[in-house]
């Protein structure tokens, strides 16, 4: 994973809280402690959209780099490219609508309401950016099988995003049992959007099967 470029450091040793549904009002200070308070917050924006039942699992590396960013993350007005490449393919109607209103904090939330109410969630394998993080490489896969194991049943359709993540989940996940697509799903960055959008629609397209 690449270094982070941390945009909300300061020297403090308290956390300051977002207001829900704003979760993006974050104040960092490295330690322990603040990293479990950290990995609460991407935790409870998630949570908040999980379906009641998850019938398509995606699973990305890390929650971006810059703090102000997250899937998840309601009030975000700038990049975001994960979120948008994947309303774009689910909801291409939706998508356009939310950019040409100026990306509304509402209408975020719509959309994301949206990929739950059909079933999909999406973690990743970081729970906190990865500069944050204070898990071992080695401890990444198993972390992420226990937390498979309390989210869904061995037939829910998973799909990896990013070249590493396929890299690092694809094989163990097959061999503990999960259906996992065998598409290797680009990051939709970097010139790879059109790439993203055709692996993802067909990965999507062998998951409904």
């Not at 890390?62 to 490219?81: G, I, L, M």
């Amino acid at each position: 994973m690449k270094s982070c470029k941390i945009v909300k450091w300061v020297g403090c040793r308290s956390w300051v809280w977002p207001t829900a549904p704003n979760f993006t009002s974050i104040i960092m200070y490295h330690t322990v402690a603040d990293y479990e308070h950290l990995k609460e917050i991407y935790a409870l924006a998630s949570k908040r959209y999980r379906p009641a039942r998850i019938r398509t699992l995606l699973i990305g590396e890390a929650p971006p780099c810059a703090t102000d960013r997250f899937f998840y993350f309601e009030d975000v007005k700038k990049q975001d490219s994960l979120f948008l490449e994947i309303m774009g393919v689910l909801y291409p109607e939706e998508k356009k609508r939310y950019l040409s209103k100026g990306r509304p904090t509402e209408g975020k939330a719509d959309l994301l309401q949206m990929f739950a109410e059909d079933g999909f969630w999406l973690i990743d394998v970081y729970e906190v950016p990865g500069d944050f993080s204070k898990e071992l490489e080695q401890q990444l896969v198993p972390n992420l099988l226990k937390r498979l194991s309390r989210y869904i049943d061995k037939q829910t359709p998973i799909l990896l995003i990013k070249a590493n993540v396929f890299d690092m989940c694809y094989a163990p996940l097959t061999e503990a049992g999960y259906t996992v697509s065998e598409e290797r799903i680009p990051f939709p960055g970097s010139g790879q959007q059109g790439v993203f959008r055709e692996k993802f629609k067909r990965a999507l397209g062998d998951a409904m099967k």
